[in-house]
């Protein structure tokens, strides 16, 4: 083993990106939970605190739902792999690397979760954060991509749909999925769990046949303010789901 390649599985042995590796860890196995996941597909990352460009991500081939801690590998700004047991996928890095390195977010969660990627399908392409409580969290935070090229499979993709976020924290992708983003994991998966839920409504609503009912403006932008400073909920609900899962 190299010098480099030593400091590398020493930081990743540290105290503090395990405590990083079981998080990102409990998201996956939350978001297989709560029905987010697609097979061994999609990927949540997480670029570590000390600027190196280094990311711990979710490994190839396992089901969301059995990712642990150990199982988590950490990657160069490239998705090579720098440390961890498993293999990754080599596309896996051309969303989220841009996304890091170009909307600069710590936490990058990609999914083709059912509701939301169903809106991705409509004319609209997204949620509209004037209808329920749930949809107002999201209220001057979507960013729209509505353009589809096929898979991310280069780096050009990944930095057109980056850029696409036009440094907003949740992106709906044209006939494709969604990125959450946040500084925290725990902020980051509160987020993807109430999107889904919001999309969930405004399915169900639209499917009734009947008009929808927008909300005012100015109370969407208070509800929308009134959630985000009030994150204390966010880390209860992720400390219960580390406490039953």
Not at 60 to 66: A, F, H, T, V, Y
Not at 74 to 99: C, N, Q, S, W, Y
Not at 113 to 120: D, E, G, K, R
Request: hydrophobic content about 40%; charged content about 25%.
């Amino acid at each position: 083993m190299t010098e480099r390649n030593a400091m590398h599985q020493q930081d990743f042995e540290s105290p503090a990106l395990r405590g990083h590796r079981e998080d990102l860890a409990l998201a996956l196995r939350a978001a297989a939970h709560h029905g987010l996941a697609e097979g061994v597909c999609n990927h949540f990352s997480l670029e570590l605190p000390d600027g190196s460009g280094r990311f711990l991500l979710n490994p190839r081939g396992l089901l969301w739902q059995e990712v642990r801690g150990d199982d988590i590998v950490m990657v160069d700004a490239h998705g090579r792999k720098l440390a961890g047991r498993h293999e990754v996928e080599p596309t896996a890095m051309f969303i989220h690397a841009a996304v890091h390195r170009i909307a600069r977010k710590a936490c990058v969660l990609h999914t083709h979760m059912p509701y939301a990627t169903a809106l991705t399908l409509t004319a609209d392409r997204g949620l509209d954060t004037t209808l329920s409580q749930n949809a107002m969290r999201f209220h001057g935070r979507l960013a729209i991509d509505r353009t589809y090229n096929g898979l991310a499979l280069d780096e050009r993709e990944g930095e057109r749909i980056a850029r696409a976020m036009e440094g907003r924290d949740v992106a709906f992708l044209a006939n494709h999925g969604v990125i959450v983003c946040g500084d925290r994991v725990d902020y980051a998966y509160d987020d993807l769990y109430y999107l889904e839920r919001a999309c969930l409504h405004q399915v169900l609503a639209q499917s009734t046949g009947q008009p929808l009912v927008a909300a005012a403006e100015e109370l969407v932008r208070r509800v929308a303010g009134q959630i985000q400073q009030e994150r204390l909920q966010s880390e209860l609900f992720f400390e219960a789901l580390r406490r039953v899962l």
